[in-house]
């Protein structure tokens, strides 16, 4: 039985008393690619920064590698890619060289330029982050996140405002790593599309968990028919069947 | 009188060498703290050392160690307002402006009750640098070296912090030790930047070199080195020409600042500097 890299239990958390989750609970096993859904204000980076130790929950527990959180302490193992970098809104005074040497715990020359190569931002190693393009600057910090080859990769919407071509890139990227190397991937995004084409598992939620398990048995259930209605369920379980890629 | 005969008055190199030191110690924490849009804190810092050196007078402290016993009070403000920004719903400002408030209001109510302004207080407000005892010049070196050394250890962890403190604290980066140390640093930087630009000014201390080098638009690392550079060159400059024309130092040295962030802000305009 392979092991649970993530598992959350009962996990409540609230801002100023009102519940933004409530009783959240559902496990992630090692090689596992979970896409985790929902309407805006769903609680979906609630979730995730509650994972990672940024909030703590009024109620429940996180396990991390087995470990609780609290006393957890092999961060290398996890990379991060946040929806918003506040650094990223002005003229941050650093280098994409010096941002990707954030994720790395030991600092060598050849993992910096294999990863920087495969993120294909070698060329702009020496450029200021603030002087990039929003595509460029997802791509520097998704290289921070992967330099130190973690076995747990955290996306929360990563993708917002790249453009076609790149978010292919970067979803094709990730799923390979999936594939070939067993890494663990939690992806929270609002397209479905890109969870029924990539990820093994589905979670949906709106403050509570509507429903936890594959993405055929999501298509499948009588019970997400009737929540969403048999049309909605439809466009959602096909945006990705088209030629392969989402809408 | 030449250069070579000033720089021969002991005193003359002792506010020198103390003025590099705190202007290296400044300006490297004011990086960190003008890109975490802390810049007044110095100025919240620098009202409470009113407070704390009008406390320290009127108990009766040595004038040679006031500087000293005005430190932990100024400490204990630094963590009161780091306190203040995390766990309550008060924003970074407003923060600093509580407990700035407080210490103004103690220095006044302080000076008040010792029958007015004293010249010892009064010296503190504008600052004096070539009155620098050898005790402050010492406290200076002692400080430097504590900056230093924090710096280039926790360097990793203080820039994830200033770049972005959610993901630092993904990266297993003790966020919280961190602010702390950088606040109590910057706590001492405010009491030893008095003593050069006197409390009025101390803010400039932590804040114009920094943004001097933030318009060369270069790497973290080098940013750093050049507000350290800036600062040190506006100090030099600045207690030189006071003795030459006998101007105030502290106020010197802060038009010396000012002169090289429009300098470098002109010249990006002119010359393809990168913007």
New interface residues.
Partial sequence: MSMNVISVDNLTFCYSGLEVISDISFAVKKGDYLGIAGPNGSGKSTLIKNILGILQPQKGHVNIFGQPLTSFHQWNRIGYLPQRISALNNHFPSTVEEIVQLGMKKRTPIALKRTLEMMGIAHLAARLIGELSYGEQQRTMLARALISQPDLLIFDEPTTALDPETREIFYSLTDEMNRTNGTTIVLVTHDTGVIGKYACNLLYLDKKVIFSGTFEDFCASPDMAGFFGPVSQHMICHQHDKSGSNI | MGIGDILNYEFVQRAILAGILIAAISSILGVFLV?RRFSLIGDGLAHTTFGSVAIVILLGVSPAYITLAALPLVMLSSLAILKLTHSQRIHGDAAIGIVSSLGIATGIILVSLSNGYNVDLFSYLFGNILTVTQTELFLSLIVFIIVAATVIIFY?DL??V???E??A????VKTKRINVILFLLTAIAAVLAMKVAGIMLVSAMLILPPLT??QL???????IVAAACFSILSVICGIILAFLLNLPAGGTIVIFNIGFLLFIFGAKKILPL?R
Avoid: H, N, W
Avoid at chain 2, 217 to 223: A, D, E, G, L, Q
């Fill in positions: 890109l990793d820039f994830a200033t770049f972005d959610e993901l604290q993904t990266m297993g080098a933030l638009s270069i790497s973290f690392r080098k940013t990168p």
